[in-house]
T-cell receptor, first 114, second 114 residues
């Protein structure tokens, strides 16, 4: 099992640029979560999907953020335009979707916006 | 609403000391409870879980018991090692739906001195 795969591992971009983060969940998992982690705010849930459908996007900070899950094996988180305050580590996680199943996290994408 | 409250960190201990990290929760019903660990530069990974009251989860010498009476799930280890230095998160699924989001505590940073 390859685990949850995120790319890129690191991203450095300039303010105003578009950033796309990618995630491949574990095969067979039907729930996918995007989190953001910073020292100031800790771990924040941005959005999660069940069976490719967004269930709760109330954590998405503003309209500059968007997420898609076109199929069961791929999801993207896009920031357009990016701002320095978006600098954080972004994690993707997947699970089997029932309440007793744990989340499996990727190793994250460290985003730096200058 | 559902919530998780964790002991504030950082916690610094000497090697072979006894560890307790407190976690209390507020939840609808009796959800599964989880402890996750995050090592530097990595995503969170499941450390242990308990699915019902009085269950004890255990892994790598860590233990936690699901206490319904005190709504607690404290993490313990009898003799910590330098390699246990990490951030520890208590978590639970929120709501009754099978497509539940996971609520995390704020995390407790643990540092072990040789």
């Amino acid at each position: 099992d390859a685990g949850v795969i995120q790319s890129p591992r690191h991203e450095v971009t300039e303010m105003g640029q578009e950033v796309t983060l990618r995630c491949k969940p574990i095969s067979g998992h039907n729930s996918l979560f995007w989190y953001r982690q910073t020292m100031m705010r800790g771990l924040e849930l941005l959005i999660y999907f069940n069976n490719n459908v967004p269930i709760d996007d109330s954590g998405m900070p503003e309209d500059r953020f968007s997420a898609k899950m076109p199929n069961a094996s791929f999801s993207t988180l896009k920031i357009q335009p990016s701002e320095p305050r978006d600098s954080a580590v972004y994690f993707c996680a997947s699970s089997l979707g029932d309440r007793a199943s744990p989340l499996h996290f990727g190793n994250g994408t460290r985003l730096t916006v200058t | 609403g559902d919530s998780v409250t964790q002991m504030e960190g950082p916690v610094t201990l000497s090697e072979e000391a006894f560890l307790t990290i407190n976690c209390t929760y507020t939840a609808t019903g009796y959800p599964s409870l989880f402890w996750y660990v995050q090592y530097p530069g990595e995503g969170l990974q499941l450390l242990l879980k308990a699915t019902k009251a009085d269950d004890k989860g255990s892994n790598k010498g860590f233990e936690a018991t699901y206490r319904k009476e005190t709504t607690s799930f404290h993490l313990e280890k009898g003799s910590v090692q330098v390699s246990d230095s990490a951030v520890y998160f208590c978590a639970l699924p929120s709501g009754y739906s099978s497509a539940s989001k996971i609520i995390f505590g704020s995390g407790t940073r643990l540092s072990i001195r040789p």
